[in-house]
């Protein structure tokens, strides 16, 4: 009896267990159909446009299909199509819309959010939302990752040509959204200097340090200021709040910006004038004030002529036409207020006694009274300097490293103290260190009219270094060596001055901007042009003539400059001797080279030695499933040499690429220069077309030349080279300019058969 008592009192509390999950399911049953009645709250932000999407869907070459209608309208009541037709009418995208997309790429299989629970097919989807997703299908469908997001600051907009002007770039815009973003500073969507999108706009300040402030108009009920920065110009319209800040116009500011408006303006007026000693990077040095520190957002604004934003690099050291900004003790902006003559050049000279620009002592000389400098005695930061009382008499300089056979120097002579030892620089005008530049670059017996081209050319060269100093952290413009041009090697010459005087002041020009003017001695008949650099572009120098150097009636006949770069064409023309060639005579038109026995590890050096110099040209050959492809390493052993091989020429036949085969290495060598110091052993001269022997020293006359190997058992043993001309082969031939001086070309032609579509003028 128990027992059936205790049986039917379990089977009554699964019945009442039974009641009570009915009841529960009936509830939740009612829950559901009023939540589906009444809908999901479209969730609250801003929301993305068609426009954008399209926009988006564009960049990543994307179609989607949305059927004939722009949203879902399946499952909706009157109130939800209502409301549905309200968002197309603002052309809002939706969330349906979105599902179309996710479906047709597979955007489960892609790792893409659904969003399931948060919308309504029919709600407006929001940005973040859709940004998120958004990224995920950049990593599918923007394989060259030419799509990135980066912040940027409108400071301009115009609507007419839809460019948004930032302060670092000018960009086309797509989304009109960018209409009305000025003085905002958003994260948004790049591709090919294109603004897509913007993805949101950041709420924080933003500070535009030393802005030019050009113009101000204070009226009752704005402050207006008519702007410049980094090569935009603005305007800016401030409030009461900001009328009382500290600006004035032609000054330089910073301007703080949030949410759009202008918040705070910061004056900054005080200023000094001298002139300028040299620019390292972080430094400034003025006459009269000593060493500035630079503020790391210094800017640089040309004031005179056209007004532009400058480089640190572009500052005219010898000169005093900037005014520099001081802001808290450090230079904030650099104002170049006028132009004038910049006929001052100074120059660094080199110590050939230790190869660096360092001297322990000098003596010298001036009007009779000789001084004693001493690097030791010295300050960091001292200059001390000598200049005769009249202008024609020279100062007399006495140091190891110093050409004691030609020391005296015309200007003034500066020994200055930097952090590594004591340099000396020489100051004089322009027109004077040409005289004792010409006659070290060309012999003073050329032609008159080679030696005026010859000015031109080195006076170009120089004032190039004027405007943008090479040395600017010491405060010279360039050296007295060949890595610039060579000055007060030779004495100065009669013939060689009056080059210079009937030239004063004319340079050669492209385009009404200085050339870049390359000379070099002697061609083998052909030309080429500034690709054997590799740094430089050849399409750059449009003007930098690179064909045959012959008289033009019989250089017609001659194979063109590209049609040299085939081997083939280049060999046959390097082994003969063309007579219509201006430097036919020379005698470094044609040399040999013959190397009979190779010093491996002579050769191994080299290469090592080119290598660290300059990774990127010195490169081993790899393999890879049958695949080979070249890898910058370092290079340990050649093993025993198998072949040499010539196997890329530039125009007019240089030799630009050559691979070198050993049994443990096989290595790329890439430019002329590095081709030309390998292949030179430092041992075997070079013998001229006209029988004499000359040392090569350690870099071959020019790479014009064709290889020939001898072997002994399989391996390379020596080699020989057929070759021609003196030098890298760009730009004018003084030796060819020289022969065109003596058939009567005047300087004029000279130059314009060296540098096409180029004009001499002052």
Same mark, same amino acid.
């Given at each position: /009896?128990?027992r059936r008592?205790?049986?039917?009192?379990?089977?009554?509390?699964?019945?009442?267990l039974?009641?009570?999950?009915?009841?529960?399911?009936? @509830?939740w049953?009612w829950?559901h159909?009023?939540?589906?009645?009444?809908?999901l709250?479209a969730?609250e932000g801003?929301p993305i446009?068609?426009?954008?999407?399209g926009?988006?869907?564009?960049?990543?070459?994307?179609?989607v299909?949305?059927g004939?209608?722009?949203?879902?309208?399946?499952?909706?009541?009157?109130r939800?199509?209502?409301e549905?037709?309200?968002?197309a009418?603002?052309?809002f995208?939706t969330?349906?819309?979105?599902m179309e997309?996710?479906?047709?790429?597979?955007?489960?299989?892609?790792?893409?959010p659904d969003y399931?629970?948060?919308?309504?097919?029919?709600?407006?989807m929001?940005?973040?939302?859709?940004?998120q997703?958004?990224?995920? /299908?950049?990593a599918?469908?923007?394989?060259q %990752?030419?799509i990135?997001k980066?912040?940027v *600051?409108i400071?301009?907009?115009?609507?007419?040509?839809?460019?948004?002007?930032?302060q670092?770039?000018?960009y086309?815009?797509?989304?009109s959204?960018?209409?009305?973003?000025?003085?905002?500073?958003?994260?948004v969507?790049?591709?090919?200097?294109?603004?897509l999108?913007?993805?949101r706009?950041? #709420?924080?300040?933003?500070?535009?340090?030393n802005?030019?402030?050009?113009?101000?108009s204070?009226?009752?009920d704005?402050?207006?200021?008519e702007?410049?920065?980094?090569q935009?110009?603005?305007?800016?319209t401030?409030?009461?709040?900001?009328k009382?800040?500290?600006?004035?116009?032609?000054?330089v500011?910073?301007?703080?910006?949030?949410?759009g408006?202008?918040?705070?303006?910061?004056g900054?007026?005080?200023k000094?004038?001298?002139?300028l000693?040299s620019v !390292?990077?972080?430094?400034i040095e003025?006459?009269?004030?000593?060493?500035?520190?630079?503020?790391?957002a210094m800017?640089?604004?040309k004031l005179c002529g056209t007004?532009?934003a400058?480089k640190?690099?572009d500052?005219?050291?010898?000169y005093?036409?900037?005014? @520099?900004?001081?802001?808290?003790?450090?230079?904030?902006?650099?104002?170049?207020s006028?132009?004038g003559?910049?006929d001052?050049?100074?120059?660094?000279?080199?110590?050939?006694?230790?190869g660096s620009?360092?001297?322990?002592?000098?003596?010298v000389s001036?009007d009779?009274?000789e001084?004693v400098?001493?690097?030791d005695k010295?300050?960091d930061g001292?200059?001390i300097? *000598?200049q005769c009382?009249?202008?024609?008499?020279?100062?007399?300089?006495e140091?190891?490293g110093?050409?004691?056979?030609n020391?005296?120097y015309?200007?003034?002579?500066?020994f200055?103290?930097?952090?590594?030892?004591m340099?000396?620089?020489?100051?004089?005008p322009?027109?004077?260190?040409?005289?004792?530049v010409?006659? !070290?670059?060309?012999? +003073?017996?050329?032609?008159?009219?080679?030696?005026?081209a010859?000015?031109?050319?080195a006076?170009?060269y120089?004032?190039?270094?004027?405007?943008h100093?090479?040395?600017?952290?010491?405060?010279a413009?360039? #050296?007295?060596t060949?890595s610039y041009q060579?000055?007060h090697?030779?004495s100065?010459?009669a013939?060689?001055?009056?080059a210079?005087?009937?030239t004063?002041g004319m340079m050669l020009?492209?385009?009404g901007?200085l050339?870049?003017?390359y000379?070099y001695?002697? %061609?083998?008949?052909?030309?080429?042009d500034t690709g054997?650099?590799k740094? #430089?572009?050849?399409e750059e @120098?449009?003007?930098?003539?690179?064909?045959?150097?012959?008289p033009?009636?019989? +250089?017609?006949?001659?194979?063109?400059?590209?049609?040299m770069a085939?081997?083939?064409?280049?060999a046959a023309?390097?082994?003969?001797?063309?007579?219509?060639?201006?430097?036919?005579?020379e005698?470094?038109?044609?040399?040999?080279?013959?190397?009979?026995?190779?010093?491996m590890?002579?050769?191994?050096?080299?290469?090592?030695?080119?290598?660290?110099?300059?990774a990127?040209?010195?490169?081993?050959?790899k393999?890879?499933?049958?695949?080979?492809?070249?890898?910058s390493?370092?290079i340990?052993d050649?093993?025993?040499?198998?072949?040499?091989?010539?196997?890329k020429?530039?125009?007019g036949?240089?030799?630009?690429e050559?691979?070198?085969?050993g !049994?443990k290495?096989?290595?790329?060598?890439i430019?002329?220069?590095?081709?030309r110091?390998?292949?030179c052993d430092?041992?075997?001269?070079?013998?001229r077309q006209d029988?004499?022997s000359?040392? +090569?020293?350690?870099l071959?006359p020019?790479a014009?030349f064709i290889?020939?190997t001898?072997?002994?058992q399989?391996?390379v043993?020596g080699y020989t080279l057929?070759g021609?001309?003196?030098?890298h082969?760009v730009?004018?031939?003084?030796?060819?300019?020289?022969e065109?001086?003596s058939r009567?070309? %005047?300087?004029q032609?000279?130059?314009?058969?060296?540098?096409?579509?180029c004009e001499?003028?002052?």
């Amino acid at each position: /009896m128990r027992r059936r008592a205790e049986r039917n009192d379990f089977e009554n509390f699964l019945k009442l267990l039974a009641i009570i999950a009915g009841m529960v399911l009936l @509830f939740w049953l009612w829950l559901h159909r009023l939540g589906l009645e009444k809908g999901l709250e479209a969730p609250e932000g801003e929301p993305i446009s068609i426009e954008d999407i399209g926009i988006l869907l564009q960049a990543i070459e994307l179609k989607v299909d949305f059927g004939e209608n722009t949203v879902p309208e399946t499952g909706q009541n009157d109130r939800e199509q209502e409301e549905t037709e309200d968002i197309a009418q603002t052309e809002f995208f939706t969330y349906g819309q979105y599902m179309e997309i996710y479906e047709q790429i597979g955007g489960a299989e892609k790792g893409m959010p659904d969003y399931a629970g948060k919308y309504e097919l029919y709600h407006a989807m929001l940005k973040e939302d859709w940004y998120q997703a958004y990224q995920i /299908m950049l990593a599918y469908f923007d394989t060259q %990752s030419s799509i990135w997001k980066t912040t940027v *600051f409108i400071l301009k907009v115009d609507e007419q040509e839809k460019k948004a002007y930032t302060q670092n770039n000018e960009y086309i815009y797509c989304s009109s959204s960018f209409s009305g973003s000025v003085f905002s500073k958003e994260e948004v969507y790049v591709k090919n200097g294109e603004l897509l999108t913007s993805i949101r706009v950041l #709420d924080e300040k933003t500070i535009l340090e030393n802005v030019w402030v050009m113009e101000l108009s204070d009226d009752e009920d704005a402050y207006k200021m008519e702007c410049f920065y980094h090569q935009v110009d603005f305007t800016v319209t401030g409030t009461e709040q900001v009328k009382h800040m500290q600006a004035e116009r032609e000054q330089v500011a910073d301007l703080t910006f949030k949410d759009g408006a202008l918040i705070e303006v910061q004056g900054k007026q005080d200023k000094i004038h001298g002139k300028l000693l040299s620019v !390292s990077d972080d430094t400034i040095e003025i006459e009269g004030y000593g060493v500035y520190e630079t503020q790391e957002a210094m800017e640089v604004y040309k004031l005179c002529g056209t007004l532009e934003a400058q480089k640190k690099s572009d500052l005219m050291i010898g000169y005093d036409y900037t005014d @520099f900004v001081i802001w808290k003790d450090k230079i904030c902006a650099c104002l170049v207020s006028r132009e004038g003559e910049m006929d001052q050049i100074r120059v660094l000279l080199k110590n050939t006694t230790n190869g660096s620009y360092y001297y322990e002592e000098a003596r010298v000389s001036v009007d009779g009274e000789e001084t004693v400098i001493d690097a030791d005695k010295m300050q960091d930061g001292e200059r001390i300097s *000598f200049q005769c009382n009249a202008l024609t008499d020279k100062v007399v300089l006495e140091a190891d490293g110093v050409n004691q056979d030609n020391n005296e120097y015309r200007g003034m002579l500066e020994f200055y103290k930097s952090a590594k030892g004591m340099v000396i620089i020489n100051e004089l005008p322009l027109e004077e260190y040409l005289y004792a530049v010409v006659p !070290s670059e060309m012999p +003073a017996s050329y032609p008159k009219e080679a030696l005026k081209a010859q000015a031109v050319c080195a006076r170009t060269y120089a004032f190039r270094y004027i405007l943008h100093a090479g040395f600017a952290d010491m405060g010279a413009h360039l #050296d007295n060596t060949t890595s610039y041009q060579v000055y007060h090697n030779i004495s100065e010459n009669a013939a060689t001055t009056t080059a210079v005087k009937e030239t004063a002041g004319m340079m050669l020009y492209y385009e009404g901007e200085l050339a870049d003017n390359y000379y070099y001695s002697t %061609s083998c008949g052909y030309g080429t042009d500034t690709g054997i650099w590799k740094s #430089d572009s050849k399409e750059e @120098f449009p003007y930098i003539h690179a064909g045959k150097l012959a008289p033009e009636e019989e +250089a017609k006949e001659a194979r063109s400059a590209q049609d040299m770069a085939e081997e083939e064409n280049f060999a046959a023309f390097i082994r003969s001797v063309d007579e219509a060639d201006f430097e036919r005579n020379e005698a470094w038109y044609r040399w040999r080279y013959e190397v009979t026995e190779i010093d491996m590890d002579s050769m191994l050096k080299r290469l090592q030695e080119r290598y660290q110099a300059n990774a990127a040209y010195i490169l081993t050959e790899k393999e890879n499933d049958g695949e080979c492809y070249y890898v910058s390493e370092e290079i340990n052993d050649l093993g025993t040499l198998q072949d040499i091989v010539i196997n890329k020429r530039g125009t007019g036949g240089i030799a630009d690429e050559m691979t070198i085969i050993g !049994s443990k290495a096989v290595i790329k060598v890439i430019s002329e220069y590095n081709i030309r110091r390998i292949l030179c052993d430092g041992q075997t001269k070079v013998i001229r077309q006209d029988g004499s022997s000359v040392s +090569a020293g350690t870099l071959l006359p020019s790479a014009f030349f064709i290889i020939e190997t001898g072997k002994s058992q399989g391996d390379v043993v020596g080699y020989t080279l057929t070759g021609g001309g003196y030098g890298h082969g760009v730009g004018m031939s003084q030796n060819g300019a020289k022969e065109m001086g003596s058939r009567g070309y %005047s300087y004029q032609d000279i130059l314009g058969s060296f540098f096409a579509d180029c004009e001499v003028r002052e």
